[in-house]
């Protein structure tokens, strides 16, 4: 709510509050950490921010590697990923981005034209693909150090 009343911070205050109680009672939820680093970053409490991308990037590592095999990856959010790098690239200079941009739009293109992957028929619709499906360098593209390790920058 606090994002559709431009970004008011009272509600947005709320909102992470709401969030960090959510993930004290039910910490196997990804979305509560990931909404409340987006939360954060309205805010403007950038550093905060990336600490909670971190710790949520830890906890997707962290994850059995069937579980992550299982995960899909999708074109939207490779692009968005990679726009995301590309905007703390041009201010930090992060190690190896520029290769992991090029990498993670080219596997977007590649999704979309179904070129990649052959999952089922619902996640070829959706263009969507199974990380277990991706070659080992594209996997690794996923979650090298280069990019998991960012909250440093800010620091």
């Not at 991308?53 to 579980?67: G, K, V």
């Not at 590309?86 to 034209?113: F, H, M, N, P, Q």
């Amino acid at each position: 709510l606090g994002a559709v009343r431009g970004d008011e911070s009272g509600m947005l205050e709320q909102a992470l509050e709401g969030y960090e109680r959510c993930i004290a009672e039910i910490d196997v939820d990804l979305g509560p950490m990931r909404m409340k680093a987006e939360t954060l970053l309205r805010l403007h409490r950038y550093q905060d921010a990336m600490l909670a991308f971190n710790q949520l990037a830890d906890r997707r590592i962290a994850a059995a590697p069937s579980e992550i095999d299982q995960a899909e990856v999708a074109p939207f959010r490779l692009r968005h990923d990679a726009d995301q790098l590309e905007v703390l690239d041009s201010r930090y200079g992060v190690d190896g981005a520029k290769e992991r941009i090029a990498t993670w739009r080219e596997l977007a293109v590649s999704i979309e034209s179904a070129g990649v992957c052959a999952s089922d028929a619902v996640s070829r619709r959706l263009h969507r693909c199974r990380v277990a499906e991706l070659a080992q360098p594209i996997q690794d593209s996923l979650g090298a150090p280069a990019w998991h390790g960012r909250a440093h920058i800010l620091r």
